[in-house]
């Protein structure tokens, strides 16, 4: 029985990896590559040839960026192995950070509102440079997931309504008086995910970030709300100061929110409060984190008491939870 519960364990973790490293576009020769094992190992992985080792975890956890799901895939399997799967306290924090530590964010606030069956994200973060080296560009990304508990169901759904660069209006903006709008690119498109680099300059005009200096970066987007998910996660990248989440719904929604905290060792759940007051019919919602720990996950999540309220123009394939 403990065989059977260990395997059950691997395959799961298999089958988040999997899963993962196909949102990310990635084929099992680059992830090998990116992680420095040799791509007939990740092979074995994943056709159950091979068990995962902690260190293989820890390395696609950072690569494939999967918000700790592939950690706490290996840790659920690790513990099921008993004595022997002990984990090393330092987790994937274990791996050098990758490049970027020259960035600082002092301040990080990401806001959110539900407007017409409409997710509208806005960010602004001030951004100071430590390094030695001018910075010229600084990346973002969107990533939705409509069924975070459901993977395979996700993958089909995301597929069918895949994420468009053309539909979530991007934009960006850069200066604290007078901000100036940024050009951007993207870096990478999947159905339910879109990097974004933002090329620091000012109406076509290159503004680096020099050494010592410091910038506001404002960027928003909208996805619908059928689209996006009932979540929102920030993952702490690059060290951070200060974190500040705030959440805006119709109070027709009825909404329940809640947030958690996740790091490579642990988890542990925070008290999301409303501000108590209703202004005009909407309710909001705001969770503070001084100094965030670096690579955590800081996601907020809700809940509607009638969820027709949020689903406008939804498809036949999700409406059915609306019911």
């Not at 053309?166 to 879109?194: C, H, K, N, T, Y």
Request: aromatic share 8%; net charge neutral; with cysteine.
């Amino acid at each position: 029985m403990a065989g059977s519960t260990q395997d059950d364990a691997a395959a799961e973790f298999v089958r988040e990896l999997t899963h993962w490293r196909h949102q990310r576009g990635m084929s099992k020769k680059e992830l090998a590559e990116r992680t420095g094992f040799d791509p007939s190992y990740v092979s074995h992985i994943e056709n159950g040839r091979h068990q995962p080792t902690e260190e293989f975890a820890r390395r696609v956890e950072l690569v494939l960026d999967s918000g700790n799901r592939i950690w706490q895939q290996y840790v659920a399997f690790a513990d099921r192995r008993g004595p022997g799967g002990r984990r090393s306290p330092l987790g994937p924090t274990a791996v050098p950070p990758p490049a970027g530590s020259h960035l600082v964010i002092e301040d990080e606030q990401a806001s959110l509102s539900l407007v017409d069956g409409v997710y509208e994200c806005r960010f602004r973060r001030v951004l100071h440079s430590v390094g030695t080296e001018p910075i010229t560009r600084h990346t973002v990304q969107i990533d939705i997931d409509r069924f975070p508990d459901d993977p395979a169901r996700s993958t089909v759904f995301h597929g069918r309504h895949p994420l468009t660069i053309d539909e979530v209006d991007f934009r960006a903006s850069i200066g604290v008086d007078q901000p100036e709008p940024m050009r951007w690119r993207v870096g990478r498109s999947r159905d339910a995910f879109l990097k974004i680099v933002l090329l620091l300059d000012g109406g076509g005009t290159p503004m680096p970030l020099y050494p010592g200096q410091r910038t506001v970066v404002d960027y928003a987007y909208r996805v619908p709300a059928w689209k996006f998910g009932d979540w929102l996660q920030r993952d702490i990248r690059l060290p951070t100061r200060n974190l500040v989440i705030r959440l805006d719904f119709p109070a027709e929604t009825g909404p329940t929110v809640w947030g958690n905290e996740t790091s490579f060792t642990a988890e542990s759940s925070a008290e999301v409060r409303p501000d108590g007051r209703e202004r005009q019919g909407r309710i909001a919602y705001e969770w503070v984190v001084p100094r965030p720990r670096l690579r955590a996950q800081y996601r907020v999540e809700w809940r509607y008491a009638d969820p027709r309220a949020a689903l406008v123009d939804a498809p036949s394939d999700i409406r059915p939870l609306a019911c």
